[in-house]
């Protein structure tokens, strides 16, 4: 049984949302009639994490239109989303398998089949459309909310402009597959297509539902589909925090059914000495490669094949 904290974020309805207006459930999209991009919110691509639900909600409860381009809105894993049960709260994150690692080529035109690739064919029409991607996401642990940028220069560029949150790790993604914020033109770097992923905080704080929601909301700022006035009505005003940008160098992939850490870490530690033993995988122990090397992520999801933690240094944006 996992706890949840004091005063949880919890799922909220969103049967209201299923018909949409794409033909495909719970996706949403409306067209200025203006030039502008067409610009993507995702959420719930991990049923259990829910903040981003909350921004959608948001959203269509104040009938929002942008005020250029077109803006498509998507709870992505409905399935799992609706899974959820307080006294296992992470076992909603997916029904059969992963949603973010079932977006490349061999995944999705490929023959198998699962509750979560089935509904990342269905949506992949709309996504591939898409200019510009927010995907919202949140943590096991309670991190400080991070934006995953990816590898390239455009979307640490993309992840400036926007601003939040202050924190801005430049990430190869997974060995185990593709996320969509690598899909297609989102991570090719001749392409003007661009995409960000944010970590809100951990999955059930109140917090992470104010994070969705001002980056979601500096987003449609940043794109042109919001003014300065609607985001001040929702008290964001000003410039945000300087940021700080963390460029991952190894993504520690776990071997063995054996992993442990070798204490509990939350997330952007700084491990002060090169080879400082951080875990071990059965025997093999798991090293910082440098000086300052700073921990993202690490998870309590100890098995075979999923990424234990990525290291990063810190470096100018």
Known sequence: MSAL????????PISQYREGNTGIPYAHSFDSGLPGPHAAITALVHGNEVCGAHALDLLLREKFRPARGKLTLIFCNVAAYLRFDPNE???????????????????LDGPRRSIELDRAREIEPLIGEVDLLLDLHSMQQPSPPLMLSGPLAKGRRFAAEIGVPDTVVADQGHKAGLRM???????????????????????????SRGVA????LR????????DAAYLARHGIQGAPAPQRFVEVTDAITIETDNF?????FTGLESIPAAGTVIAHDGSK????????????MPTKRLKPGQTAVRLGRYIAA
Request: contains cysteine; proline residues 10%.
């Open 5 to 12: 904290p004091p005063n949880p974020l919890l799922p909220i």
């Open 89 to 107: 709260p992470t076992a909603s994150r997916f029904v059969d398998e992963d949603m973010n690692r079932v977006w490349g080529a061999d995944a």
């Open 181 to 207: 914020r690598d899909y297609g033109g989102f991570g090719d770097p001749a392409s003007e297509k661009n995409a960000l992923l944010v970590e809100c905080g951990q999955h059930w704080q109140q917090a």
């Open 213 to 216: 929601i001002e980056t979601m």
């Open 219 to 226: 987003f449609l700022h940043q794109t042109g589909m919001a």
């Open 260 to 264: 442990r850490f070798e204490q509990s």
């Open 285 to 296: 122990p798991v090293r910082t490669p440098y000086d300052h090397c700073v921990l993202i």
